[in-house]
């Protein structure tokens, strides 16, 4: 894979699995488990985008779910922006 994080004109986000930190749910037992391939994120289930209790970069799901990635909050921001105007561009 040639980016870290990047949009598509459909909204989606990838995320190349390397730099997500945890993708959990609050109060539940297990987080969700990454294997290996990019995680993709629908920008109309981001409820919003902000740093989490431990100081990381997070996407905050309207389902619960919290994913942190390790990347600036500017290229996440930047991401986001892309994704729901619905912007193909590598951001990283």
């Given at each position: 894979?040639?980016?870290?994080?990047?949009t598509?004109?459909?909204?989606?986000?990838?995320?190349?699995?390397?730099?997500?930190?945890?993708?959990?749910?609050?109060?539940?037992?297990?987080g969700?488990?990454?294997?290996?391939?990019?995680?993709v994120?629908?920008?109309n289930?981001?409820g919003?985008?902000?740093?989490?209790m431990?100081?990381?970069?997070?996407?905050?799901m309207?389902?619960?779910?919290?994913?942190?990635?390790?990347?600036?909050?500017?290229?996440?921001?930047?991401?986001?922006?892309?994704?729901?105007?619905?912007?193909?561009k590598?951001?990283?």
């Open positions: 894979m040639s980016y870290i994080i990047k598509t004109s459909e909204g989606l986000i990838y995320v190349k699995a390397s730099n997500i930190i945890n993708v959990k749910k609050p109060n539940s037992i297990e969700a488990k990454v294997l290996g391939k990019p995680l994120i629908n920008v289930h981001i919003f985008l902000s740093f989490n431990d100081g990381n970069v997070t996407f905050f309207a389902s619960g779910f919290e994913i942190s990635v390790n990347i600036l909050y500017e290229e996440a921001e930047e991401a986001f922006n892309n994704a729901k105007a619905n912007v193909e590598i951001i990283r």
